[in-house]
């Protein structure tokens, strides 16, 4: 069961090098970065994998609690 985490982990957060950007996004960003400007092309790109990953997270979290109550709720039962 860890390694299965470890592995989904590992293969999760090997994606945050993604570029997310929407068609207004890159308009304004390649219009910046012609000008020389590539920080608000960073700060961009970080706030939109920021706002996808966070729900995922949320329920990455409840998942884990919820599968945890249940088995230590089976194992009461058992006893």
């Known amino acids: 069961m860890k390694k299965?985490?470890?592995i989904f982990f590992?293969?999760?957060l090997s994606h945050?090098?993604?570029l997310a950007q929407c068609a207004m996004c890159k308009t304004t960003i390649v219009n910046n970065v012609s000008h020389g400007?590539?920080?608000l092309?960073?700060?961009l790109n970080?706030?939109?994998m920021y706002l996808f990953v966070t729900p995922y997270l949320a329920i990455l979290i409840i998942g884990i609690l919820w599968y945890k109550k249940s088995r230590n709720?089976?194992?009461r039962k058992f006893e």
């Open 4 to 6: 299965g985490i470890l």
């Open 37 to 39: 400007e590539l920080s």
């Open 46 to 48: 970080f706030g939109i």
């Open 73 to 75: 709720h089976a194992k």
């Open 10 to 12: 590992s293969i999760f």
């Open 16 to 18: 945050f090098g993604a």
């Open 41 to 43: 092309a960073e700060g």
